[in-house]
Structure formats: C-alpha cells, structure tokens
C-alpha cells in the first residue's frame, strides 16, 4: 500500500532514501496494520474494513514484541501503523510510544473521521509521532465524500490535516489514482500544498479487495500523469512519491535523459535500487499478524505468532523472489529498467496470478520486446 518511487528531499520521516538501506536485510518501510475497524465503509477499501475488531488481533503485547522485532532490523527503523483505523484501538498511543521508547520512527494513518478530533492529534504528537498520513480523494467535500462513500470525512480530513501543522506534526497525504479521481489530481495537488504536507503519495489502483469495484486508468493516461507527477515533484514545496508505480522512476529517468541528463537505468553507484517494491524494501503486518510483501500482495510469506518478522523478510523464498529483478518474467524481465523500476508486483499479482509477472500498467514497449502484452483484469486469484 506503500512506497515504490521517491523525489523530494522529505519523502522519509528521516530524510533517509531507499538507497541509504540494504534492502536485502532491512526494509525501508515496514507497516503493521493494527486493526480492520474502521467507522468508514470505503467501497474500495483494501483492508475490507470492518466497524468492529477481529478477535484474533494482535494484542496489546503480541504488538509490542512486533515492534521488538522491527527494531531488531536495526536503530531508526521505520513503522507505519495502518488500518483499518488505527485509532480504533485502545492501545494505538501506548504503542506510538513505546515505539518511539524503543528507537523506532513511529508514523500513522488514521481515518479521517469527526472522532479524529485535535485533543486525539496533539496525544499523537506527545507520544513522538513521526509523522500522520490522511487519505484525500478529491479536492472538495463533493468529490471526496461521493469517493469514499461518507459525507463529513473531507471536513474532517481537513479539520485533523490543520490540527497536525498546529501541533508541529509533519503531514503526508496519500490519494488514489483511478478514472474516478484522476480529473481531480491538479485540484488536490493544490490542496496539498495549502496545507503544508511534506509529501503526497500517490496511489496507482491495485484492483485487491474491494478495490476491484473502482477503475483503474489505463497504461497511457498512467504515463501522462507519471509525467505530470515528475513536474510536480520539480516545482513543489512537499515530495512526491507513488505507491504501486514504481513505472514513475523509470519516467522520471527518461525525462532527465531528454533534457541532457546522464541519469542511467541501473543500480545506484552501491549497486542498490533507488526505490522500494513489494518485498524489496517494504513489509507489511496484517492485524492478525501474517507478513505480505506489501498490503496489495495477499501471499503471505508467514505469522508473526510464530516466526521472526526479521527471518521472514531476510530468508523466505517469497521475499527473497521478489528482490531479484532477474527473477520477473514477461515484458518486466525483458525491460532494461527493472533494476530501478521492476514493476508493481502486486498488480502483476492482482492481474496474473503471478507476483513475478509484468506490470500491465506500464505503457513502456522494452526495446526487442516482442512477447505478450499483460492485461489489467484482475485474475481470478482466491484474495
Ligand atoms: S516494463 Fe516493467 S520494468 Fe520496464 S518500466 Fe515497465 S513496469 Fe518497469
């Protein structure tokens, strides 16, 4: 659900690049997913949230000993507490602060709903809160609420976005591409520069989950954007980073290219990627504690319950398939930009059944290419 393309000085809570980490042994962003509750009922919703928890939830001490284990990845390691709504648990500030006590960057993405009040923002604050990420589908209440199915959650999306700058707590705001919102990306880029975000991330539709009810654009319209993307990111006052397009590097790096530039499509100089995918610099914790290679990839490589999530993400033959560019098939292993680029393996998942396929939302023909094309239908994979 996370990271796959990075510009902008501030797109990591520690001004740390996906470059800065051997993602063979760490992952850049690793994010735990608290809870399914969720008092919002998003048609797409990737979580399938649900208004009550799970009873097999990880428990208040299950979770610590998870953060335990992120922090054995090493000191400053990066935890994004997910839902569902975070907040819906009882314990969410306890363990912001116990992470924090235990040298983790602790980050959040909460609901924007009427009880993410200002009181519940500055607690997050005070308990070391890195960093707090809010949804924005659309730049106004009509597009936003018609888009996630809740009328009030823009003015209160807004409401919490102003209450984290007033509390001195650095502010992402994460949006959905899709034919349902594309239109509206000029607007809420605006939006986000109103109000004073560090970073937008921007989603490109995976169609898991729910999310199979939205449409994805096509190939040709997620160049156009990924171009625009590249622009914004040049001019703007927060980052910009994509999630589930890690395409948008491979745009940015023939961009550079025509304007003179020598950028080159390997490796950075260490030999390691300049971004994150699935599995190669990205975990997530599902709320009962299986490990995926990323919120939009249902293969879980494990349980938390029962082996390390450090072992998990260094040693698993899943984790371990996906952090070998050599390893992709199809139009992605025949392309001279997988080793900065790769794909969306979630989508590659979500469409082929198969998380080393191509990434059918790529409109880039690989030079000599002459194999099948992906197509964007979802497979029919059991999620
Ligand atoms: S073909 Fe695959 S690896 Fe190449 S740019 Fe497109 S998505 Fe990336």
Known sequence: MFGTG???ADAHPTSM????VDTSQRPFVCIWEVTQACALACEHCRADAQPARHPDELTTAE????LDDAR???DGQLVVLSGGDPLARDDTVDLVEYGVENGLRMTMTPSGTESLTRERVADLADAGLRRMALSLDGASAATHDAFRGEAGSFDSTVEAARAARDAGLPLQINTTVCAQTVGDLPAIRDLVAD???VLWSVFFLVPVGRGRVLD???PERAEGVMEWLVDVADDAPFGVKTTEAPH???VALQQKRAEGGTASPARDGIGRRTGITAGDGFAFVSHVGDVYPSGFLPESAGNVREESLVDLYRDSALFESLRDPDALTGKCGACEFRNVCGGSRSRAYATAGDPLASDPLCAYEPEGYDGPMPDQSPAEVEL
């Open 6 to 8: 990075y510009s902008g």
């Open 17 to 20: 690049r996906p470059s800065d």
């Open 63 to 66: 979770g610590k000993a998870l």
């Open 72 to 74: 054995a990845f090493g």
């Open 195 to 197: 109000l004073g975000a």
């Open 216 to 218: 994805p654009i096509d």
């Open 248 to 250: 948008y590097r491979r």
